[in-house]
């Protein structure tokens, strides 16, 4: 897991980038923090307990990345392609996603609550047991992608595509949907009400 | 530190391993299942489990301690005296313990259940049924269900907005998150 260490700056509370003294916000060199993690995650570089949140990232291609236990919240990504990226207990919670590639990537236990998903392809995924509760997603797809123990619960879906999903214990209890298609997809394995849970 | 996660087709809970970096004596909180990929998992990082925590008495929490206690040698920690029979040592509200070198704080949430604790190591929170994405745990009257939101309200909120919360059941997500997306809370606040 990435260092849960507070920024020296006072009165911040966000965590420190890896290996620093300040959050990214705060970090007298932004540029190379930020050349150094477009670096490695362009080289395919595995990438592991990592942390660097607040940050933007544009026209740039991020495809077969490996993430696991990474902090990249609160970040806004324009024309990233993450496809058949590796996603595994990751936080990207409250970013911002315009034109955003993630294309037959496996994500499991990551957490996109909160976030802002425009024109977004998630097509042919494997999304497991992910957090996209809160998210407010426009003209975006899901198409073929296995939805197990997903949460978009409390969620704005609009013009949202879920075409030939497997919705197994989906949850989307208390979402807002206009113009969302569950078409071939096994939408009564999904929750759309409260369960009790054991 | 390091935090894995384990899910279990079983009672579809998950169980967390945490250990030191370099492997040796390790936690697993809520072992509702024991099967070869959490084997696996605990050995092929050269952990061995010396603590148990458990969040609360049910079952798809507790019920991998059959199997964990022929081949790992543990102590348990809960809120109650006794689980399935076993001997456990009991951990009351706001108590501090260091286990497998990890500093571990523990709270009384009651409401889904009389003993269900949260546990705080660092700035992760594995919360059980008290709090999970979008949504607090399960009650059967009105009356443990204001318990509950009342005791999220007075010792989960406060903690820090990065907190990052790992629930018994469901995906894991951070406090900021379900502070303003969380229903559950968002009407308790309006009150």
Redesign the interface.
Same mark, same amino acid.
């Given at each position: 897991?990435f260092n @849960?260490i507070r920024c020296s700056h006072p009165d911040c509370?966000? @965590?420190t980038v890896t290996n620093q003294n300040e959050c990214f916000l705060h970090a007298a060199d932004k540029e190379a923090l930020h050349t150094q993690l477009v670096r490695n995650l362009e080289k395919k570089k595995p990438l592991g307990s990592y942390c660097l949140t607040h940050s933007e990232f544009t026209d740039l291609d991020f495809s077969e990345s490996k993430l696991y236990?990474c902090k990249l919240?609160n970040s806004i990504f324009r024309n990233v392609n993450f496809s058949n990226s590796y996603i595994q !207990?990751s @936080?990207f919670? !409250?970013s911002t996603f315009i034109n955003c590639r993630f294309e037959e990537i496996t994500s /499991?236990?990551?957490?996109f609550?909160?976030s802002i998903f425009q024109n977004c392809s998630f097509a042919g995924s494997d999304i497991l047991?992910?957090?996209f509760?809160?998210i407010h997603a426009k003209n975006s797809i899901f198409d073929d992608s296995d939805l197990y @123990?997903?949460?978009f619960?409390?969620a704005n879906l609009d013009n949202v595509s879920f075409k030939d999903c497997n919705l197994k /214990?989906t949850?989307f209890? !208390?979402s807002v949907r206009n113009e969302v298609s569950f078409k071939y997809s096994n939408f009564e394995e999904a929750s759309f009400t409260?369960e009790?849970?054991? | 530190m390091k935090i894995f996660f384990h899910f279990s087709v079983i009672g579809f809970s998950n169980t967390y391993l945490i250990g030191n970096t370099a492997g040796g004596d390790a936690i697993l909180i809520d072992p509702g299942h024991m099967d070869i990929e959490l084997l696996k998992l605990i050995e092929e990082n050269n952990f061995t489990i010396k603590h148990v925590l458990l969040t609360h008495r049910h079952p798809s929490h507790t019920k991998g301690l059959l199997t964990l206690l022929k081949i790992y040698d543990f102590e348990i920690y809960a809120n109650s005296p006794f689980i399935m029979d076993y001997k456990v040592k009991t951990l009351s509200d706001d108590s501090l313990i260091t286990l497998s070198g990890i500093e571990v704080s523990a709270n009384l949430i009651p409401g889904h259940s009389s003993d269900s604790l949260v546990y705080k190591i660092q700035d992760a929170l594995f919360t059980g049924d008290v709090l999970m994405a979008g949504r607090i745990g399960s009650t059967n009257t009105s009356l443990s269900r204001s318990l509950l939101i009342r005791s999220i309200h007075e010792k989960i909120l406060p903690l820090n907005d990065n907190t990052l919360i790992f629930p018994g059941h469901g995906p894991p997500t951070t406090l900021f998150v379900e502070k303003i997306n969380n229903p559950d809370l968002q009407s308790e606040y309006k009150q």
């Open positions: 897991m @849960f509370d966000n @965590f236990a919240s !207990l @936080f919670e !409250l /499991k236990y990551s957490v609550a909160g047991h992910s957090n509760s809160g @123990f997903t949460n619960s409390n /214990k949850d209890n !208390l409260r009790t849970q054991s | -």
